[in-house]
């Protein structure tokens, strides 16, 4: 099985060659990852300028790494389009620091990674350890070891190529996760809206306070704060078919002046 892995914290990031170290037990791993910090950059790519790409000593046995001057979209096509000469078989981004839940995902360099993946049918994890105020130490152990059974799911056959599993893991010891719960992405999140500043604006975190907690249930969120860890299976249909009846009824009735004359 071959593995490639990613992230959007950077190439340094720890929790980055944790889940490489550990994903070594399932197949042939490939790091690909930036070279700097890249939250939040969500699944831009760097059009209008050159990204470098650089080999760097790898501290995982049999896995090369390589570090990307660009977006965490850039090294997941890097990776699987011209560093990979074999066909890559799953995708992992991760371990992020901090939770990728509900809305935010949308936002999320370390989700919208996995894209790359999913538009190839190629089998996509993106993992994140949730961590609010970043004091705690991060125990990046579980959520390995969740992202490696996961693994060995797809590999077997188990798993549907045609969805990316967001993967969120309390920062608990192994003795203090409740479980596993299958959940649905909450309609809300973390990034609050920008606040205005002297300087310009500035991103705060915090749940929001306007969805009720019915609207919670069954979420992500809710999920993670039980003590559960949180797999939320994602696809990303851009058209909205429900629409098009109404929608075809009403262009049927438009004078915009195209489509030549009506009789």
């Known amino acids: 099985m071959n593995i490639l892995v990613t992230n959007d914290?950077?190439?340094?990031?720890?929790?980055?060659?944790?889940?490489?170290?550990?994903?070594?037990?399932?197949?042939?791993?490939l790091i690909v990852a930036p070279d700097k910090q890249q939250s939040g950059k969500g699944s831009s790519v760097s059009l209008h300028s050159e990204t470098a790409i650089c080999e760097i000593p790898s501290s995982v046995p049999g896995a090369r790494a390589y570090s990307v001057g660009g977006t965490p979209s850039d090294c997941s096509m890097v990776g699987i389009r011209r560093l990979r000469q074999e066909r890559t078989d799953l995708l992992v981004s991760g371990i992020n620091i901090g939770p990728n839940v509900g809305r935010d995902v949308v936002y999320s360099g370390t989700v919208m990674a996995t894209l790359q993946g999913y538009f190839r049918r190629i089998p996509s994890i993106a993992v994140s350890l949730v961590l609010h105020d970043g004091l705690d130490k991060p125990l990046f152990n579980v959520a390995s070891n969740v992202v490696v059974s996961l693994a060995e799911c797809i590999k077997k056959g188990e798993m549907p190529g045609d969805c990316i599993l967001n993967v969120?893991?309390?920062?608990?010891?192994?003795?203090?996760?409740?479980?596993?719960?299958?959940?649905?992405?909450a309609p809300s999140g973390y990034i609050r809206a920008p606040e205005t500043t002297g300087m310009g604006i500035k991103y705060g975190r915090g749940r929001s306070k306007h969805v009720s907690e019915e609207q919670m249930a069954g979420t992500d969120i809710q999920a993670i704060d039980e003590g559960y860890v949180s797999i939320t299976p994602l696809r990303f249909e851009l058209t909205h078919h429900d629409i098009f009846p109404a929608l075809c009824k009403c262009v049927e009735g438009l004078e915009c002046g195209v489509g030549g004359e009506k009789n």
């Open 9 to 29: 914290d950077g190439i340094e990031s720890p929790g980055l060659w944790a889940v490489a170290e550990a994903l070594t037990r399932v197949g042939n791993v």
């Open 168 to 185: 969120n893991v309390p920062n608990l010891p192994q003795e203090q996760i409740k479980g596993l719960k299958v959940t649905k992405a």
